[in-house]
């Protein structure tokens, strides 16, 4: 019987046994956080330029109703991922995570190629933005099917005694993504003339998103299938309707407690994609100088994601990271936001940072708890569930939620309105149970009996594989 490896065509062991573990690691490492990167360096450049490039595909009346109808496009791509979150992910369950991310990849690269190359609506009218809206259905249904799949390739690839580190991989990434794609809308908009940015300057970061993704696409063709998930194909045939509804039925409170874990992303995308404009349209601040301001406080959750995914290996995860994140998120968004009003390019790097830091805390340990919640066998699809349609409803619709406020003239309900989902989020956060430990727990939960068998049998086989080839 085939695996579902080597039914999507990945690299035989056999041709593996030549090469060294640490490279197959780093193969599998970067192959797992490449889509990550693609997948929100596309959905922040979108964000941070569409102020930009509104007049020129969303042409209105007036700067602000073209925006609105460029974020509502933005917002439209966060609407399919839960349909493609619920539809997709039991499919990484049932035939690997390595097809799904494979997928999902090549998506998000042809979709920024369509937004970085279609004409403006001087030039083709309607087309132009009908073709945005059809890549930014492309990159929602990608996206939708990205995060979870690469969650549990990452920790399922991962040593026990360092889950935390290696799921942090996963939101480092997107974090570096947000910093590189603050940073090249930054040097776009600084480095040419209104007219030029307006008319194709902006196009540049699209297309290197695509580009990058045509990268991690040959990446992963070379990437590996995760041994739990081999281990849990050989006795689990189950179709991918069967693991939704098992899903739905055996894990409700994972389900709680995942979305609550993915909610605080109201918070993130409102730092990541709509502080400068916030900070523009409220203060009068340059939209290049606030950009840089976000870069420098980007490198900091660069820096502090992986470094408390160590650490909660060694301190465990729930009793430090979510809760302390969370806290600091109610303590300091309000203050900060009111801080703005003070002029001076510190004062936006000090309010951007603070932001960071506490979005850090909380970003670093999500994703494997998040995958330590659920069995392997509906792991893509637990997370998946329950983070695409918090993100939907949520992620999505925070810039334009935000936009609203501060086009009523109520710029500091933005600040109540993340304050008061958090607070909701952080009650459930003293339900989780405590997973990190330095026991190093197997990732596959204690409930899965079946799966811990299979991954006797698929030790056995290897290991008569191997012996039957020495022989030979």
């Excluded at 930014?136 to 549990?152: D, F, H, P």
């Excluded at 580190?165 to 996963?170: M, P």
């Excluded at 006795?235 to 899903?247: E, G, H, I, N």
């Amino acid at each position: 019987m085939k695996t579902s490896k080597e039914a999507v065509g990945s690299p035989d062991p056999s041709e593996r046994a030549d090469v060294s573990e640490p490279r197959r690691r780093t193969v599998n490492m970067v192959a797992g956080t490449i889509g990550h990167f693609v997948e929100w360096y596309d959905w922040y450049v979108y964000g941070l330029l569409a102020a930009v490039f509104a007049g020129q595909i969303f042409p209105s009346e007036s700067p602000f109703a073209s925006l609105i109808a460029a974020l509502l496009t933005y917002a439209l791509g966060f609407v399919v991922r839960p349909l493609s979150g619920i539809i997709i992910s039991p499919l990484a369950d049932r035939f690997g995570r390595r097809l799904i991310l494979t997928l999902s990849i090549s998506g998000m690269a042809l979709g920024s190629l369509i937004i970085g190359l279609t004409p403006s609506f001087a030039t083709i009218g309607y087309a132009a933005p009908v073709l945005f809206l059809v890549a930014r259905i492309l990159q929602g249904i990608s996206a939708g099917s990205e995060g979870q799949s690469a969650i549990a390739f990452m920790v399922e690839h991962a040593p026990a005694n360092r889950r935390g580190l290696f799921g942090s991989f996963t939101n480092m990434a997107s974090g570096l993504a947000t910093l590189v794609a603050t940073g090249a809308a930054a040097m776009v908009t600084s480095s040419f003339a209104p007219a030029d940015l307006a008319a194709w300057g902006w196009r540049i970061p699209f297309v290197v998103g695509g580009i990058l993704g045509v990268v991690g696409l040959v990446i992963r063709a070379r990437s590996d299938e995760t041994p739990e998930f081999e281990a849990t194909a050989l006795v689990d045939q189950k179709s991918a309707a069967a693991r939704l509804m098992d899903l739905l039925r055996e894990h409700p409170k994972a389900l709680l407690q995942a979305a609550a874990l993915s909610a605080p992303a109201v918070a993130y995308y409102t730092w990541a994609t709509f502080l400068p404009t916030y900070a523009k349209l409220t203060t009068g601040r340059d939209l290049a100088s606030t950009l840089a301001g976000n870069v420098i406080g980007l490198a900091l959750l660069v820096i502090i994601v992986p470094v408390c995914g160590a650490l909660s290996d060694r301190l465990g995860r729930r009793k430090i990271f979510p809760i302390i994140g969370a806290i600091g998120m109610i303590v300091l968004f309000y203050p900060m936001l009111l801080l703005l009003n003070q002029p001076g390019f510190g004062v936006y790097v000090l309010v951007s940072a603070s932001g960071w830091v506490v979005l850090g805390i909380w970003q670093a340990v999500y994703p494997t708890i998040q995958a330590e919640l659920f069995p392997a066998s509906v792991r893509v699809s637990g997370i998946g569930f329950a983070h695409q349609i918090v993100i939907a409803v949520f992620g999505g619709t925070a810039p334009l939620i935000a936009a609203a406020f501060v086009g009523a003239g109520q710029p500091m309900n933005v600040a109540i309105y993340m304050i008061a989902i958090v607070t909701l989020c952080l009650i459930v956060y003293f339900t989780l149970p405590e997973t990190g430990s330095r026991a190093g727990r197997a990732t596959v939960a204690p409930a899965d009996p079946e799966v811990l068998e299979g991954e006797h049998l698929l030790l056995s086989t290897s290991s008569a594989t191997d012996g039957a080839k020495r022989s030979q």
